[in-house]
């Protein structure tokens, strides 16, 4: 577990959507809470697993075309014994070319699997909501720290993080405002080069609906759903979330914190509130 910087004195300033800085703010006690990799790591893996869908053979399954016939009273060639074949379940197709041929076993051809997977099979993964909330604190304390956040995108140099606006920017209606307000501050290299790694999937992954791989870039957390919402989801990489639907693996993709943010002023209030 790696301890927080200390929040004495630790201020960020608030930008405008035309990239000034408007003032400073100090940031609430939840950015200064311990860092814990291993358990945020835990709590997306517990929310990826959840929406895991259960899945099993037919019951019964390559077991209805064969049976076993061991009994001496019936005709040579029937026989389960002394006629020189495995004891083994056949098929019952009498006078076609399939006759005799060995079904229901595993090790036969269209026989049945040998350990197939069972929709019983529990596949969450479990957290508890005590840790879970533990994990969302811990990975919101990590947006801050600028050299875990360097690691995963392009960060220009002096700024301060975790990055905040002003609350007019959740009003902006158009992606090219949107956009305009991250260049002006110098995160839209962050959106660009998750846009140059926009690639489509190898294997049949692209005949199943995920057809294009895309990299996670800025998170920008809201006080509430605004039309902002509209003019950032056709940002490549870019997801938008109210402060109140923040989850760890919004905030760790992959299990891997340090996600650039951008928080609107509400919004820092506002988790403040809900996380003390």
């Known amino acids: ?18 990239g000034k800085k408007l003032k400073e703010i100090a940031l ?28 099993g053979v037919k019951p019964g399954a390559g077991m209805k075309v064969a049976e076993y016939r061991g009994r001496r009273s019936l ?16 098929l019952k197709n009498r006078g076609s070319l399939l006759a005799s041929r060995v079904g229901n076993v595993p090790q036969a ?47 220009p140099k002096g700024i301060a993080l975790p990055v905040v606006v002003e609350n007019s920017f959740e009003e902006l209606k ?18 660009e080069y998750a846009k140059e790694k926009t690639k489509t999937r190898a294997g049949k992954g692209k005949a199943k609906g995920r057809r294009v791989k895309k990299k996670k870039s800025i998170l920008i957390i809201t006080s509430k759903e605004a039309p902002i919402y509209k003019a950032a989801r056709n940002l490549v990489g870019v997801d938008i979330v109210p402060v109140t639907k923040l989850n760890a693996m919004l905030l760790a993709p992959g299990g891997m914190p340090g996600r650039l943010t951008v928080w609107t002023e509400d919004a820092i209030n506002k988790v403040a509130e809900w996380l003390k």
């Open 109 to 155: 051809v269209g026989g049945r699997a040998a350990h197939p997977p069972k929709v019983e099979k529990v596949l969450v993964e479990k957290i508890n909501k005590k840790e879970k909330r533990k994990a969302l604190i811990s990975a919101i304390a990590y947006t801050k720290e600028l050299d875990v956040v360097s690691k995963r995108h392009h960060v």
């Open 1 to 18: 577990m790696k301890s927080a910087s200390s929040n004495e004195q630790h201020k960020v300033p608030v930008y405008s959507i035309d």
């Open 28 to 55: 609430p006690k939840v950015f200064f809470a311990p860092l814990e990799a291993e358990l945020i790591n835990r709590a997306v893996l517990a929310i990826l697993s959840s929406s895991r869908q259960p899945k």
């Open 174 to 191: 158009k992606t090219k405002d949107a956009l305009g307000f991250l260049s002006k501050i110098g995160l839209d290299k962050d959106v």
């Open 75 to 90: 005709p040579a060639q029937d026989r389960g014994i002394n006629v020189e074949h495995a004891r083994l379940p056949r």
